[in-house]
């Protein structure tokens, strides 16, 4: 069994920044890429921002220069530094993971989601 835990959401006014981190913990033998998504209101759910285990990024064009994905792979925790926040931001985020268990089975796995709200 493989959790997510996400934590560093909240309420904050536009131009702000917040820092979310995830941690994956279980029966883990490694993870290869993770990744944030984000999903707004009445919206699909959408890529935020990847990193691979070799530390190769990838961004969403909103976030792109805003946004910095970093992992600690000692932790088995990603963080994403949200700075020039936006009220278009505001959504529900989550952390995902691809993971080889410890018998040797590989899956994706999800948080349980932060929320993420920035507003006046």
């Known amino acids: 069994q493989v959790q997510l835990v996400e934590s560093g959401g909240g309420l904050v006014q536009p131009g702000g920044s917040l820092r979310l981190s995830c941690t994956a913990s279980?029966?883990?033998?490694?993870?290869?890429?993770m990744g944030w998504y984000r999903q707004a209101p009445g919206k699909e759910r959408e890529l935020v921002a990847h990193i691979t285990s070799g530390g190769t990024t990838n961004y969403a064009d909103s976030v792109r220069g805003r946004f910095t994905i970093s992992r600690d792979n000692a932790k088995n925790t990603v963080y994403l530094q949200m700075n020039s926040l936006k009220p278009e931001d505001t959504a529900v985020y989550y952390c995902n993971a691809y993971v080889t268990t410890q018998f040797r089975l590989h899956g994706a796995y999800w948080g349980q989601g932060t929320q993420v709200t920035v507003s006046s």
């Open positions: 279980g029966s883990i033998f490694s993870i290869d890429g």
